[in-house]
């Protein structure tokens, strides 16, 4: 992470969907999205954005803008903003207030990642969506020898905030 702290992210069952998904795929290695040529380590950070391309969204989507697309939303919901921040892995930008608060809002984001859950599930145009579906892909695989594991990367991205993750 930027502030070399440590970033605990509650996962909702469709991320946690997502992840056993992955399993097989990552063959059970350390890292959920391995590095293509070093296994032994997590993918480049420009993975995702290069899957992005690849599925037709060059020019109109980069991997950060999820999270962007997230913060909006959750705004929009009326969430704390200091819960939103902390689900970020923001840091407060108040010297003062970050030296003094040391809160993570674990129970809270527990809710709120429920609820992007939900709101990536249930969202049909206009949110690429967080459970891979079964024509999705066989579509991936067929069009691209290793995008089913980009593809994934893009919808888990939805749920997590693009760190490396071990299982």
Not at 141 to 148: I, S, W
Request: proline share 5%.
């Amino acid at each position: 992470m930027k502030s070399k702290r440590e970033h605990v992210i509650p996962l909702s069952p469709q991320a946690l969907e997502i992840l056993e998904v992955m399993k097989p795929i990552s063959a059970h290695r350390e890292h959920v999205f391995p590095s293509r040529n070093d296994p032994k380590q997590p993918m480049n950070s420009q993975t995702a954005n290069a899957a992005i391309k690849r599925i037709g969204y060059g020019g109109k989507l980069v991997a950060h803008r999820l999270r962007s697309i997230a913060n909006t939303a959750m705004n929009e919901k009326r969430f704390n903003a200091d819960l939103i921040e902390a689900a970020l892995a923001h840091s407060d930008r108040n010297e003062v207030r970050r030296a003094y608060n040391r809160s993570i809002y674990l129970e809270q984001r527990i809710i709120l990642m429920d609820w992007w859950g939900e709101y990536c599930t249930n969202k049909k145009p206009n949110c690429i969506h967080a459970i891979p579906t079964k024509e999705w892909e066989i579509f991936i695989t067929r069009k691209f020898k290793r995008a089913k594991i980009s593809s994934l990367i893009i919808q888990i991205q939805i749920q997590l905030t693009f760190t490396p993750i071990k299982v």
